[in-house]
């Protein structure tokens, strides 16, 4: 796939995009706990276990996404089950079917990652996004949902924009999107889950 | 889409752009909750306006109207349900409701109770008799949200939707969970009992209408319509009736369906125009009717 730049401009992408690290979590340092955000009403349970959401011959953009599931301390959560979901690029739920829907397991060290396409903007919401649940024995359930830096909509200025979107209530919730171009462009997300008991 | 069994349609143009609407009086009666905090009253016979009358207080958060239409339940910021007269909007009884915003409100099917939702991503649930404006049940869990809520008649059975697609079946006279029914892969906005409390109907947004018997909680999966926002039993419980709105995309025309339970057949289904809302209610001739609206537009139709 190969996006011009004025689609990347549309896709709300820019080249050398920063990535924002994620929290040191050495020694007994408490993490604070990810905001929670609605769930809404598209959930569906029995997701397939799947770590590619991509439906061959959808438009948009590749997207990575990865992190790390961890306790406050920033003990990995190993066999944490992380069920993700989110529009198609056009901004469309899959509701019969499993299309951009997907069940993961982190790793023995808490990491995650999946490949999927930018979701586009769901009408009746303003900013593009990821819904996660995930959930690990002896931890509260964490539903929230992951935005992107780069949304047209925050107009470059997630601080002061972010509220727009009235489902979007931490500004912590949007995370950084770096783009490589290499083959192709694509996008990187880093997002990691901090669930509390 | 082939059409069959569909009847003629009415068309409204309401005051002010609708924001909600219900049938009431077996479908003979149409209420609409409009901006500016307009409570309309129209007769689905002639489509003839019986009332229109602002409400004066804080902007309201939720509303319902009584089985019979002549109650209006409204719930707001403040810890107050009101009840107001339907007709005049004058206050009736007020419920004592925890503080936090009022998100959902739902008579039962004779009218006896009315149910509330209250404060966000959280299921706080308080039930009232409506005579006496006493609380007769509440019921609390921080993680979950609620989709809907159906009671079944006579009772003191209510089941709570999940967004989680998860179903609550709580004792209302205890406050407790007596079952959950976990058949639904998706959320179920419209839920329903049969008038005899012997069905419980519920439409998944994943298009699948689900109907268990309550005696053994046995669940059977008919096709339904995905994405559907509102949904009727028939008095008998013979069949349903369940619309999708305009959304997912938006531009997607709302869609009606009348499904009978028993053989999971679909007696008769249309497409409509666009519609952000519906509503739906089997008539006393057995038939179906539905209400869609987009804007100040309301369009009644019927099915069956």
């Known amino acids: 796939m190969h996006l011009t730049r004025r689609e990347l401009v549309e896709a709300g992408l820019s080249l050398g995009a920063a990535l924002v690290a994620t929290p040191a979590l050495g020694g007994a340092e408490r993490l604070p706990l990810t905001p929670e955000n609605e769930l809404g009403p ?18 948009g953009l590749p997207l990575v996404v990865s992190g790390k599931v961890l306790d406050s301390s920033g003990k990995p959560l190993s066999g944490a089950v992380l069920e993700v979901w989110h529009a198609d690029s056009r901004g469309v739920y899959d509701l019969e079917g499993y299309r951009y829907r997907a069940r993961l397991t982190a790793a023995p060290d808490g990491t995650y990652r999946f490949q999927t396409l930018m979701p586009g903007h769901y009408p009746q919401r303003v900013a593009q996004h990821i819904h996660y649940r995930v959930s690990a024995p002896g931890r509260k359930v964490l539903v929230t949902q992951l935005y992107f830096a780069t949304d047209p909509a925050f107009a470059g200025d997630p601080d002061h924009n972010f509220s727009k979107d009235p489902v979007l209530e931490d500004r912590r919730l949007i995370r950084p999107v770096t783009l490589e171009d290499g083959g192709g462009p694509r996008a990187g997300v880093v997002f990691d889950t901090v669930l509390g008991t | 889409m082939s059409d ?80 107001l007269d339907a007709a005049t909007l004058a206050p009736v009884a007020t419920m004592q409701a925890p503080p936090s915003r009022c998100g959902d409100l739902a008579y039962s099917a004779d009218g006896a109770m009315l149910a509330g939702f209250f404060g966000r991503r959280r299921l706080e649930l308080r039930v009232w008799a409506v005579a006496s404006g006493a609380q007769i049940a509440s019921f609390t869990d921080v993680a979950q ?35 959950t029914l976990s058949d639904a892969r998706m959320a179920c906005e419209g839920i329903a009992f049969s008038d005899d409390g012997s069905a419980l109907i519920a439409a998944s947004y994943d298009g699948t209408l689900l109907a268990w018997d309550t005696r053994e909680w046995r669940v059977r999966r008919l096709e339904g319509i995905p994405g ?6 028939s008095p008998d419980g013979a069949r349903a009736v369940v619309t999708r709105n305009s959304f997912n995309p938006p531009d997607t025309p709302a869609e009606l369906r009348l499904v009978d339970l028993r053989s999971g057949r679909t007696e008769a289904r249309r497409t409509a125009g666009i519609a952000g809302l519906s509503a739906v209610a089997f008539v006393e001739s057995g038939q179906a009717r539905v209400a869609l609206a987009r804007g100040t537009s309301i369009e009644l139709l019927t099915l069956g």
């Open chain 2, 4 to 83: 069959g069994g569909t009847g003629g349609s009415l068309r409204i143009e309401a005051p002010a752009r609708v924001w909600d609407l219900t049938l009431r009086k077996r479908g003979r009666l149409l209420c609409g909750l409009l901006a500016g905090t307009r409570i309309a009253r129209w007769s689905c016979e002639d489509g003839k306006l019986l009332g229109d009358a602002a409400y004066q207080g804080p902007t309201l958060t939720a509303g319902a109207e009584a089985p019979e239409g002549d109650r209006l339940a409204v719930g707001t910021v403040e810890p107050a349900v009101r009840v």
């Open chain 2, 145 to 179: 949200e609620p989709a809907g809520i159906a009671f079944r008649p006579g009772g003191r059975l209510a089941a709570v939707s999940l967004l989680t697609g998860d179903i609550l079946l709580l004792d209302l006279g205890a406050s407790r969970l007596v079952r």
């Open chain 1, 42 to 59: 598209f959930y569906k349970r029995g997701a397939p276990a799947s770590t590619n959401l991509v439906v061959a011959g959808d438009p």
């Open chain 2, 228 to 233: 559907t926002r509102a949904l009727a039993v």
